[in-house]
């Protein structure tokens, strides 16, 4: 054991600290503090090396913390002793022979955290066997069996992962198993789903990628209901492509499923994140059934066949175009190397003239440079402006109404699938291969509900729950 877990005040420093010695208080007691501020319970939690020296932190009965200034503090009493134990032990998954057979693939992110208290941050720490120890429901669903690939937050996933994860998930299908859920930090969750849509083509099952927003040890935590719905999907679900399942409604009552390729994170907390962007979701799934919102999935298949094309060139990258941008912006990238640029431009898919000469020396050097909208919504209109046709003629390759993370995976995945054929990776770019391009946005396919609009209010007050 190191010094800083033999120190009883572990973390506390400063005034916190004194008040603690002051009432004989030590980390991990349970006690009744009386503030000027009211009274609370709870457990005295380690505190963060990075944090302030004026604050204790419990953790209430309610499973929420909260700081305490200890200047508010009147008395602190101990009630009771009972040191917290986050790591959740690894379990044999039981197997039942009428059940389908499901392999989960480990990356990391809050689906799989605990909360680390030396730094206060969560950290990937739970394998996928200790996934079963915390959510028991899943050995009803089906058979799992589990692999940890990485043990990383989402935004350190990239193409090196990527590669593993299609070769894995293609392993998987061909070893026979009904479903594959892959578990995944939500930051870069849809941009995993794209290359896995691109890589693992016309999968016979389901292959569902699932994080949480909220991480095990918080009462609000989604990740149960996700991870088991996204189980159920996979070994019983009917359709079989690269989905993401997460919570639909804020509330507790069902997840969505996301085509992969059209998916996006679009909040920073809330647990319903995920939006189908152009598009509407495939299914929704609660308590062991799943129904279809839209007609044109690929269905399951008895087969074990799998296009699997696991392939990234990193020398790309996706710019945001920016009023003022300049001409050096692309020249730089284009002298580093990069082979292919993805421009989210604004309105039908413009930048400003500023820029065309880079452009154009950008064609001359050999580099593919798309268009797709930062507007997220709508298609690619370059032939309805001047600036668009200019645009155009500069070799700008406008991509409909892809999404720009969407482009810029797809262009890595293109790259790296024909390295030395420009005409083919054109060919793949123009050419949806995974629903990555739709025919036509729907009607409602754009709604975004703005409160305080009087129609819009109304409808909240008869759903809002």
């Known amino acids: 054991m190191s010094a800083a877990q033999k120190d009883?005040?572990?973390?506390?420093?400063?005034?916190?600290?004194?008040?603690?010695?002051?009432?004989?208080?030590?980390?991990?007691?349970?006690?009744?503090?009386?503030?000027?501020?009211?009274?609370?319970?709870?457990?005295?939690?380690?505190?963060?090396?990075?944090?302030?020296?004026?604050?204790?932190?419990?953790?209430?009965?309610?499973?929420?913390?909260?700081?305490?200034?200890?200047?508010?503090?009147?008395?602190?009493?101990?009630?009771?002793?009972?040191?917290?134990?986050?790591?959740?032990?690894?379990?044999?998954?039981?197997?039942?022979?009428?059940?389908?057979?499901?392999?989960?693939l480990g990356t990391g992110g809050t689906i799989a955290s605990r909360l680390d208290y030396r730094t206060?941050?969560?950290?990937?720490?739970?394998?996928?066997?200790?996934?079963?120890?915390?959510?028991?429901?899943?050995?009803?669903?089906?058979?799992?069996?589990?692999?940890?690939?990485?043990?990383?937050?989402?935004?350190n996933m990239g193409p090196e992962q990527y590669l593993i994860l299609a070769e894995k998930t293609g392993e998987a299908i061909k070893e026979g198993f009904d479903g594959v859920v892959i578990g995944h930090g939500t930051d870069t969750m849809h941009h995993t789903a794209a290359a896995l849509s691109f890589m693992v083509q016309k999968p016979p099952v389901p292959i569902i990628m699932v994080g949480s927003q909220r991480s095990s040890d918080r009462p609000s935590s989604d990740a149960a209901q996700n991870l088991i719905n996204a189980t159920w999907a996979a070994g019983h679900g009917p359709i079989a492509e690269v989905m993401v399942c997460m919570f639909g409604p804020t509330s507790d009552l069902y997840n969505l499923?996301?085509?992969?390729?059209?998916?996006?994170?679009?909040?920073?907390?809330?647990?319903?994140?995920?939006?189908t962007l152009g598009d509407i979701p495939l299914a929704t799934v609660e308590k062991g059934k799943l129904t279809p919102i839209k007609d044109d999935w690929l269905p399951r298949r008895d087969d074990k066949d799998v296009l699997v094309q696991a392939a990234f060139d990193e020398r790309v990258t996706l710019t945001y175009y920016y009023p003022g941008m300049n001409a050096d912006v692309v020249d730089a990238l284009v002298e580093k190397g990069y082979k292919g640029i993805v421009i989210a431009g604004?309105?039908?898919?413009?930048?400003?003239?500023?820029?065309?000469?880079?452009?154009?020396?950008?064609?001359?050097?050999?580099?593919?440079?798309?268009?797709?909208?930062?507007?997220?919504?709508?298609?690619?209109?370059?032939?309805?402006?001047?600036?668009?046709?200019?645009?155009?003629?500069?070799?700008?390759?406008?991509?409909?109404?892809?999404?720009?993370?969407?482009?810029?995976?797809?262009?890595?995945?293109?790259?790296?699938v024909h390295p030395d054929d420009p005409e083919k990776v054109k060919e793949l770019m123009t050419t949806s291969v995974a629903g990555e391009v739709t025919e036509r946005e729907p009607h409602d396919g754009y709604l975004i509900f703005q409160g305080g609009i009087p129609e819009v209010?109304?409808?909240?007050?008869?759903?809002?729950?």
């Open 8 to 104: 009883p005040y572990r973390g506390y420093r400063g005034p916190a600290r004194e008040v603690m010695k002051k009432f004989g208080i030590t980390v991990w007691c349970e006690v009744r503090a009386k503030t000027t501020r009211g009274e609370f319970e709870g457990l005295v939690l380690p505190r963060s090396e990075t944090s302030d020296e004026l604050h204790l932190v419990l953790k209430l009965t309610s499973g929420y913390n909260v700081g305490i200034r200890h200047d508010t503090v009147l008395d602190l009493t101990k009630v009771g002793y009972r040191e917290a134990h986050y790591q959740i032990p690894e379990k044999e998954f039981p197997t039942d022979a009428g059940h389908p057979e499901v392999k989960l």
């Open 257 to 275: 499923l996301h085509r992969g390729t059209r998916v996006r994170k679009m909040h920073s907390s809330v647990r319903s994140t995920f939006r």
């Open 120 to 155: 206060g941050a969560v950290i990937p720490a739970f394998s996928p066997g200790e996934l079963y120890g915390s959510v028991p429901e899943l050995a009803e669903i089906c058979n799992l069996e589990t692999e940890k690939l990485f043990g990383v937050f989402s935004e």
């Open 457 to 465: 209010q109304e409808f909240l007050e008869k759903v809002w729950r």
């Open 346 to 416: 604004t309105g039908l898919g413009h930048v400003n003239r500023l820029i065309y000469l880079a452009l154009e020396r950008a064609r001359e050097a050999g580099v593919q440079v798309y268009m797709t909208l930062q507007t997220l919504w709508g298609f690619v209109q370059m032939h309805v402006y001047e600036t668009g046709r200019e645009i155009l003629e500069l070799g700008v390759i406008p991509l409909a109404n892809m999404l720009p993370e969407v482009a810029y995976i797809k262009l890595g995945w293109a790259l790296g």
